[in-house]
């Protein structure tokens, strides 16, 4: 059975820094394309970051770039976004997802369309 959970979501000051955890079970990480995701109240779910299967590059939309990185654990089969300078607009829950495409491709790798599994969320909440 394919499961994935997120933790590490927190309320923090604005320039605080958290890391989230993606713990997977029912498939490899080593062997998945891997995103993360983030939706506000009021909006659609945004495409954050997503990192190809078997490499260790990381995609990043543009507001998250510098200060966000994605990496994977392959031996504890887990997906994490590393947080920092953290803002009060990317207040939002976080989710991870594994893609149903071999690879995180330009133009498409942010569209939810593209994921298959979904885990229920993590909650980060930036003050000002």
């Known amino acids: 059975q394919v499961q994935l959970v997120e933790s590490g979501g927190d309320s923090v000051q604005a320039g605080g820094s958290l890391r989230l955890s993606c713990t997977v079970s029912g498939f490899r990480v080593a062997d ?3 995103g993360w995701f983030r939706q506000a109240p ?3 779910r945004e495409g954050v970051s997503c990192i190809s299967r078997w490499g260790a590059t990381g995609y ?3 507001s998250v770039k510098g200060r966000f990185t994605i990496s994977r654990d392959n ?3 887990s997906l994490y976004l ?3 300078n953290l803002e009060p607009e990317d207040t939002a829950m976080y ?3 594994r893609s149903r495409s071999g690879i995180c491709y330009a133009g498409s790798w942010s569209s939810a369309t593209q994921y298959a599994d979904w885990g229920q ?3 980060v909440t930036v003050s000002s």
Do not use: F
């Open 121 to 123: 969320g993590t909650q």
């Open 32 to 34: 998945s394309t891997m």
């Open 82 to 84: 590393q947080m920092n």
């Open 75 to 77: 031996s504890k089969n």
């Open 42 to 44: 009021g909006k659609e």
């Open 95 to 97: 989710y991870c997802a």
């Open 60 to 62: 990043y939309t543009d």
